[in-house]
């Protein structure tokens, strides 16, 4: 059990984040695409779907820009972060000294 605990899973720990950022990635998307398919009647997916019946394209950018945006936070502000500081903790920053 040591091993696993002191060994194994902090080796893994950086793979194990990037995991966790791809699914994250997946899970957005199909949220997105549920609340298309679903007719939700509150939410990114509805806002996109409405503007695609009405045809209003300048809705349909909007919400595009919007879903982009809040992916892009997400990736930078948390995942790379928290990559990053997994990055450092086991010393795996390739930095030129």
């Given at each position: 059990?040591?091993l696993f605990?002191?060994?194994m899973?902090p080796?893994?720990?950086?793979?194990l984040?990037s995991?966790?950022t791809?699914a994250?990635?997946f899970?957005?998307?199909?949220?997105?695409?549920?609340?298309?398919?679903m007719?939700?009647?509150?939410?990114l997916?509805h806002?996109?779907?409405?503007?695609r019946?009405?045809?209003l394209?300048?809705?349909?950018?909007?919400s595009?820009i919007?879903?982009f945006a809040?992916?892009?936070?997400?990736?930078?502000l948390?995942?790379?972060?928290l990559?990053?500081?997994?990055?450092?903790r086991?010393?795996?920053?390739?930095s030129?000294?």
């Open positions: 059990m040591a605990r002191f060994v899973i080796a893994a720990t950086p793979s984040i995991g966790i791809q994250w990635s899970a957005w998307h199909a949220l997105i695409g549920a609340e298309i398919l007719a939700a009647s509150l939410g997916g806002i996109l779907d409405v503007g019946e009405f045809q394209m300048d809705q349909i950018i909007a595009m919007t879903i809040i992916g892009l936070v997400f990736d930078r948390v995942f790379s972060k990559a990053n500081r997994i990055r450092e086991w010393g795996l920053n390739q030129n000294e």
